[in-house]
């Protein structure tokens, strides 16, 4: 079995609603992700030929997904009053909704499923929310 890792990170905000400590507020952080993908046979093609897949190709999409959220305020849809949203997205923020909290497992799943859809066979992706802490998502 072949495995391939690569990562990115992005800088955005969020908070957690109905969270009982600091992490109730608007805060912000670098995200690291880590995609490891695995496959048992190698290319045969030209170009790829003994490789499972191109890393440029890897890295470009993993970035393409971690670009959506960079330097973006990220919300948990309805958590948020709508006038505050309102008043957000009249100051022209980038702010991504999701239907989930945005917490770090969440967000492991979340480009585990981004990452599936563009045809990679994922092993498992790494979320680390802060240096010391990660959350993983396998399946
Ligand atoms: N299992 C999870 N627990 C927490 C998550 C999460 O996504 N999954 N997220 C948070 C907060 O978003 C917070 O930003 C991270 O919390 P914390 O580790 O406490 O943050 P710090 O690194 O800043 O902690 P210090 O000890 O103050 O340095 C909370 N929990
Ligand atoms: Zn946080």
């Known amino acids: 079995?072949?495995?391939?890792k690569t990562e990115q990170t992005f800088d955005s905000a969020h908070?957690?609603?109905?969270y009982q400590g600091k992490c109730r507020n608007l805060h912000g952080h670098q995200w690291r992700v880590i995609v490891e993908?695995?496959?048992k046979t190698l290319s045969t093609d030209t170009q790829t030929r003994d490789m499972l897949v191109d890393f440029g190709d890897l890295k470009h999409d993993l970035?393409?997904?971690t670009d959506f959220f960079d330097h973006a305020l990220i919300?948990?849809?309805g958590s948020l009053k709508p006038t505050t949203l309102t008043a957000l997205q009249e100051e022209n923020f980038k702010i991504v909704e999701l239907p989930f909290r945005p917490t770090a497992e969440r967000m492991a799943s979340y480009?585990?499923?981004k990452m599936k859809s563009h045809g990679y066979t994922l092993r498992r992706v790494t979320v680390y929310e802060t240096p010391k802490?990660?959350?993983i998502y396998e399946e």
Do not use: R, W
Request: charge should be negative.
């Open 133 to 135: 802490n990660c959350a």
């Open 37 to 39: 993908i695995c496959g």
């Open 15 to 18: 908070f957690l609603s109905d």
């Open 1 to 4: 079995m072949y495995l391939l």
């Open 111 to 113: 480009f585990y499923t």
């Open 63 to 65: 970035k393409t997904e």
């Open 75 to 77: 919300i948990e849809k």
